[in-house]
């Protein structure tokens, strides 16, 4: 997607600005996988460490740092996010009945749905012990009101599924609860941790939800252009599973009898019989463009709510995660 920001930063590149913060997340997250019962920790080992780009808890540590924080809260918090990230995946996955994930199987696939669903019940309870542990009821506040709209946002998601009259507001309510209100959370407790005043807060909180709301975009765009082997799922996933999302929605409402017909009928049933088809009328019909321009918008809009925060480079680093969500191809 076109990313009208001229150069950029590589993913690899934000990361180094937190790469001691980075680390000792890992060792955090490392050590509270750890379960007495051997099949957790493989379970939960082999989703948490299977080459995610972990966005939310790097989003946590620049937020945190770029309000001042100091002390290692901020450690555990992004910890915390990620464990409740890995959670929704391994349920997720369990719904949608998806085999592939980051370019490998998914845990479903090798270990089945009821060890999965149970290792991510460990990896939410795991969060919430962790978070008594922080002693921070603001924290406790946000997590579990995001936890919970996520849960909201998959039952809807659910109603979703297989209606081709889905309109795109119902989808954009969707992935406001279901992505963008954890990034939202991440972003606001790096806020809260530091004591920052409650505009920089709701500042950081506008910020995560429009990056979260566009990297979901962009992710529902990649679903019918992107080149396989890179994005690690299969092409055409969300077609297969009869899931209505933006590209597909506008290119139903702009499509002749002809193709709305095709695009219901793939809506209604799931299935890949017309993936070729669908994928060039999805792409002829302005839906691609037009979601990568609603993506751009969200961008922008998580750009401009950084205006207040401080000059630092933790603030510059938190507008290239920006500019990330909207150019990144996987």
């Given at each position: 997607?076109?990313?009208?920001?001229?150069?950029?930063?590589?993913?690899?590149?934000?990361?180094?600005?937190?790469?001691?913060?980075?680390?000792?997340?890992?060792?955090?997250?490392?050590?509270?996988?750890?379960?007495?019962?051997?099949?957790?920790?493989?379970?939960?080992?082999?989703?948490?460490?299977?080459?995610?780009?972990?966005?939310?808890?790097?989003?946590?540590?620049?937020?945190?740092?770029?309000?001042?924080?100091?002390?290692?809260?901020?450690?555990?918090?992004?910890?915390?996010?990620?464990?409740?990230?890995?959670?929704?995946?391994?349920?997720?996955?369990?719904?949608?009945g998806s085999s592939l994930r980051r370019g490998r199987e998914t845990a479903n696939e090798?270990?089945?749905?009821?060890?999965?669903?149970?290792?991510?019940?460990?990896?939410?309870?795991?969060?919430?012990?962790?978070?008594?542990?922080?002693?921070?009821?603001?924290?406790?506040?946000?997590?579990?009101?995001?936890?919970?709209?996520?849960?909201?946002?998959?039952?809807?998601?659910?109603?979703?599924?297989?209606?081709?009259?889905?309109?795109?507001?119902?989808?954009?309510?969707?992935?406001?609860?279901?992505?963008?209100?954890?990034?939202?959370?991440?972003?606001?407790?790096?806020?809260?941790?530091?004591?920052?005043?409650?505009?920089?807060?709701?500042?950081?909180?506008?910020?995560?939800?429009?990056?979260?709301?566009?990297?979901?975009?962009?992710?529902?765009?990649?679903?019918?252009?992107?080149?396989?082997?890179?994005?690690?799922?299969?092409?055409?996933?969300?077609?297969?599973?009869?899931?209505?999302?933006?590209?597909?929605?506008?290119?139903?409402?702009?499509?002749?009898?002809?193709?709305?017909?095709?695009?219901?009928?793939?809506?209604?049933?799931?299935?890949?019989?017309?993936?070729?088809?669908?994928?060039?009328?999805?792409?002829?019909?302005?839906?691609?463009?037009?979601?990568?321009?609603?993506?751009?918008?969200?961008?922008?809009?998580?750009?401009?709510?950084?205006?207040?925060?401080?000059?630092?480079?933790?603030?510059?680093?938190?507008?290239?995660?920006?500019?990330?969500?909207?150019?990144?191809?996987?």
């Amino acid at each position: 997607m076109p990313c009208s920001h001229g150069h950029f930063m590589k993913l690899h590149q934000i990361r180094e600005l937190v790469t001691a913060d980075f680390e000792a997340v890992d060792r955090v997250v490392k050590h509270r996988l750890h379960s007495q019962v051997a099949l957790v920790d493989q379970v939960a080992s082999y989703i948490i460490y299977s080459g995610g780009k972990r966005l939310r808890p790097l989003l946590v540590l620049l937020a945190g740092r770029a309000c001042g924080h100091q002390g290692d809260q901020h450690i555990e918090a992004a910890a915390i996010v990620e464990f409740i990230h890995t959670a929704t995946l391994l349920h997720d996955d369990v719904v949608d009945g998806s085999s592939l994930r980051r370019g490998r199987e998914t845990a479903n696939e090798v270990f089945g749905n009821a060890t999965s669903v149970l290792v991510g019940d460990f990896l939410y309870s795991r969060a919430f012990q962790m978070m008594v542990a922080l002693d921070r009821m603001p924290i406790m506040q946000i997590i579990a009101d995001a936890t919970n709209a996520i849960a909201e946002g998959e039952v809807l998601q659910l109603m979703n599924a297989h209606d081709p009259n889905t309109t795109e507001a119902r989808y954009i309510d969707v992935i406001q609860r279901k992505t963008a209100r954890l990034f939202q959370a991440g972003a606001q407790i790096g806020a809260v941790l530091s004591d920052a005043p409650s505009h920089i807060e709701d500042s950081l909180a506008r910020f995560g939800r429009h990056i979260g709301t566009a990297f979901q975009l962009v992710d529902d765009a990649l679903d019918y252009e992107a080149d396989e082997g890179k994005l690690g799922k299969h092409l055409g996933d969300d077609l297969a599973e009869g899931k209505p999302t933006l590209p597909l929605i506008y290119a139903m409402q702009h499509g002749n009898a002809t193709q709305r017909e095709m695009i219901r009928h793939a809506i209604e049933h799931g299935g890949l019989d017309n993936l070729g088809e669908i994928t060039r009328a999805v792409a002829s019909l302005g839906g691609l463009a037009y979601t990568a321009r609603l993506a751009q918008g969200e961008a922008d809009q998580a750009l401009a709510a950084l205006a207040p925060l401080p000059e630092t480079v933790f603030k510059e680093g938190l507008s290239e995660l920006a500019k990330f969500a909207v150019a990144r191809k996987h």
